[in-house]
């Protein structure tokens, strides 16, 4: 969808308009410019390079100056985002204790090690046509090693 996007916006620039009255699709050759195939998997980066150059091969064949959408993907806005959240981070203040005790005092809030914990098999399950039988034993506690 975005790949469909980002081509449609470049397509309405007047330069394009140019290319597409000037040179009809019959008589282009390799070195004019060509749009990315938008049905290929490319990772994100290629797809942005290959944007990129397409748009600047346009505005060099019409020998008009580069504009600035040649030089911005069109998802550059998540930059700004990022650097307004880092901002809002910055406000926020963390307390913390660097005592040992403090951090084993919060691992009774906490359910640890739920998962099935051991293997029991017992000696009629060995067949090699059964499964193994789980059980679970349960959280384990923590309070006696402290």
């Known amino acids: 969808m975005l790949r469909l996007q980002e081509i449609a916006k470049a397509k309405e620039k007047p330069v394009y308009a140019r290319y597409l009255t000037e040179i009809p ?25 290959q944007i990129r150059i397409w748009k600047r091969s346009l505005y060099i064949w019409g020998g008009e100056e580069i504009s600035s959408s040649c030089d911005t993907s069109f998802c550059s806005d998540s930059d700004c985002i990022v650097e307004e959240d880092e901002r809002v981070l910055d406000n926020i203040k963390v307390e913390y204790r660097s005592e040992a005790d403090a951090t084993a005092s919060l691992l009774g809030h906490f359910d640890l090690d739920s998962r099935t914990t051991m293997t029991l098999i017992s000696e009629e399950s060995q067949s090699t046509l059964k499964g193994q039988v789980c059980s679970t034993l349960g959280p384990k506690d923590f309070s006696e090693g402290v």
């Open 25 to 49: 699709k019959s008589e282009r050759e390799d070195n004019h410019p060509k749009t990315p195939n938008k049905y290929i998997n490319y990772s994100r980066r290629s797809w942005d390079s």
